[in-house]
C-alpha cells in the first residue's frame, strides 16, 4: 500500500478521508460529497492547504491555539520529556516532575485560592471529573442529597457523558440517551435572540434569577453547583449583558451553592486576561481549563479546586482518574507555553493592545447591512446576522442558513469563521497582529458582501 502523504493530489486524500474517518459534529455523507479541506501545516495564524492555500485562521483551530502555530520550543521540550520520560501516572503512590512543576505554576496563576489540581485529557474529561467531584465534595461534608448541577440552555462543556449532559445543546440531547440524571437547565443571558423588549439590564438580571428560582423550586439541600462558561464559546460567543454575573455570584454565595467557571475557552488570555473570571469579576469554586492550556499543542485539561474542595476531598480515597491525567509530555508542553505566555508578554499584549483595536474594528462591522449586533471581549466576538437590525429579527430561511452560506464565503476568501446559527463568530490567535486584525476584518467584510449578494440573489432575505 502507497504511504499517505502531504504530496498526494487532495482529491485522493479526501476520497481516502471519507472512507475511513468519522469526522466530529459532521454529516458524513455530505462531507464525503464535498470532500474535507486537507490542513497539511501552519505557522502564526496561517493554515496552509494541500493546494498551497493560506487561510488566515479566525478560529485559533478549535479556540485553542493561543501562542499561534509553528513553535518549535513546543516541540523540543516534547522531544526531550519523551525521550526522558514519555508516560507515567500518579495512581499509585507516584508523580514526577512535569506534574509538579505545572501545577505549582497554574496554583499561582489562577485567581483566589484556587491551589489545586486534577487532571484530565481534555476539557470534556475534565467537567466528567467536575460533577463527580462536587458531589463527592457535599457527601463528604454530609449534605450527600446536593447532587444537583444547575447549567444553561445552550451551554457547551464537552462531548461524553457527563459534560454533554451539563452542556444545554438541544441538538447534543437529542441523540445517544442524555441528559443523565440529576442535570437542570436554566435559560440562557442571549439578550439578542431572546431579550424581547427588555433593556440588557433587566433581561440579565431575570436571567440571573433563574438560578435563585431554581435552587428555591429544586431545594437548597439537593443543588451541589452552578456551571457556567463566563462568556458563551460554542453557543455563539453569547457575552451576558453586565447585571447578569454579579446577580449569580450574589445567588450562589447566599446558598451555598459551588460555582464552575468552565474555562475551556475563557482561560490563559483569551478575555484579555488570564482567566475570563478575573475579565467578568466572579469567583469560583472550580475553573476548567484546556485548549489554551497547552495552546492545543497536547491534549491536557484540568479541574483546578479551591483549598476547602481539595481538603474535603483530601479526607477520602476519591474514585477517578484517567490514563493520561497529569501525563508528562503534556504538562512540559503546558508549561512551556505558560512560561512563553507571559515572559513573552502575549497575554498581556493581547489584552493591552490588541483587543482595544480588534474591538474597535469588529464594531466597526456594524455599519454592515447584514450585522445587527457586534459583540467581543479580549479576543473572542461574534456578530449576529439579521433582515432587520431594529426589531432583531430571525431570517425566515431555516436559521443557520445565512450563516453558513457567510461561512462558506469565508472559506473560500481564506478565513476561517465559524457560525452558529446566524451568528459568525471568532477567536483568533492571541499573537495576531493589528495588520492581521485588518486583514481578518477585510476578508470577513468581502464574505459578508458576498453573503449578501448570494443570499439575496436565493431569495432568501
Ligand atoms: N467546555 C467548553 C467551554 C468548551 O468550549 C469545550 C470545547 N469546545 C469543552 C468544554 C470541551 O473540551 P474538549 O473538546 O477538550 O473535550
Known amino acids: 500500500m502507497a504511504t499517505i502523504t502531504n504530496h498526494m493530489p487532495t482529491a485522493e486524500l479526501q476520497a481516502l478521508d471519507a472512507a475511513h474517518h468519522i469526522h466530529p459534529f459532521s454529516h458524513q455523507a455530505e462531507l464525503a460529497e464535498k470532500g474535507a479541506r486537507v490542513i497539511t ?16 485562521d479566525g478560529m485559533a483551530g478549535l479556540w485553542c491555539v493561543n501562542i499561534g502555530y509553528g513553535r518549535k520550543e513546543l516541540a523540543d521540550v516534547a522531544a ?46 475534565a ?4 460533577i463527580r467531584m462536587v458531589r463527592t465534595y457535599w457527601a463528604e461534608k454530609g449534605k450527600p442529597t446536593k447532587t444537583t448541577i444547575i447549567s ?9 457523558v457527563g459534560a454533554a449532559s451539563l452542556g444545554g445543546m438541544a441538538g447534543m440531547h437529542a441523540q445517544g440517551g442524555i441528559p443523565i440524571p440529576d442535570i437542570h437547565h436554566i435559560d440562557q443571558p442571549n439578550w439578542w435572540a431572546e431579550g424581547g423588549d427588555a433593556t440588557p439590564e433587566d433581561f440579565g438580571l431575570e436571567r440571573a434569577q433563574q438560578l435563585e428560582q431554581a435552587i428555591l423550586e429544586l431545594g437548597e439541600d439537593k443543588v451541589a453547583a452552578f456551571i457556567a462558561e463566563p ?9 451576558a449583558p453586565d447585571s447578569y454575573w454579579p446577580e449569580i455570584q450574589r445567588i450562589c ?19 484579555g486576561n488570564w482567566f475570563g473570571s478575573q475579565t467578568l469579576g466572579i469567583r469560583p469554586d472550580i475553573m476548567t481549563v484546556a485548549k489554551g492550556l497547552s495552546s492545543g499543542y497536547m ?3 484540568a479541574s483546578i479546586v479551591s483549598d476547602e474542595i481539595a481538603e474535603v476531598i483530601g479526607n477520602c480515597e476519591f474514585n477517578h482518574g484517567y490514563t493520561y491525567s497529569g501525563h508528562p509530555v503534556a504538562c512540559a508542553v503546558a508549561l512551556e507555553n505558560l512560561r512563553l505566555l507571559e515572559e513573552e508578554g502575549i497575554v498581556d499584549r493581547a489584552g493591552r493592545e490588541i483587543a482595544p483595536y480588534l474591538k474597535e474594528k469588529w464594531e466597526g462591522l456594524l455599519d454592515h447591512p447584514l450585522v445587527g449586533e457586534a459583540k467581543i471581549v479580549g479576543l473572542m466576538g461574534s ?3 439579521t433582515p432587520d437590525k431594529a426589531s432583531r429579527a430571525a431570517f425566515a430561511s431555516d436559521p443557520g442558513t445565512i450563516g453558513y452560506i457567510c461561512r462558506d464565503r469565508c472559506f473560500a476568501n481564506n478565513l476561517v469563521m465559524r457560525h452558529v446559527g446566524d451568528r459568525m463568530i471568532i477567536c483568533p490567535p492571541l499573537v495576531i497582529t493589528k495588520a492581521e486584525v485588518d486583514l481578518l476584518i477585510e476578508r470577513a467584510r468581502k464574505s459578508l458582501d458576498e453573503t449578501l449578494e448570494k443570499a439575496t440573489a436565493d431569495g432568501l432575505m
Do not use: W
Request: aromatic share 10%.
Open 253 to 271: 454565595d447566599k446558598y451555598e451553592i459551588l460555582l464552575i467557571a468552565d474555562e475551556v475557552i475563557c482561560g490563559f488570555g483569551r478575555t
Open 41 to 56: 501545516r501552519a505557522d502564526g495564524i496561517y493554515l496552509t492547504d494541500s493546494e498551497g492555500e493560506t487561510i488566515l
Open 383 to 385: 456578530v449576529a446576522l
Open 299 to 301: 491534549p491536557i485539561g
Open 152 to 160: 444553561r440552555k445552550n451551554a457547551y462543556h464537552g462531548s461524553t
Open 80 to 125: 526531550r520529556q519523551m525521550t526522558e520520560l514519555p508516560y507515567y501516572n500518579s495512581f499509585f503512590q507516584t508523580t514526577h516532575v512535569p506534574v509538579i512543576a505545572l501545577s505549582q505554576r497554574l496554583a499561582d496563576l489562577a485567581p483566589g485560592d484556587l491551589n489545586h489540581v486534577f487532571y484530565a485529557g481534555s476539557g470534556s474529561e
Open 231 to 239: 462568556v458563551q464559546g460554542a453557543g455563539g460567543v453569547i457575552v
Open 127 to 130: 467537567n466528567d471529573t467536575n
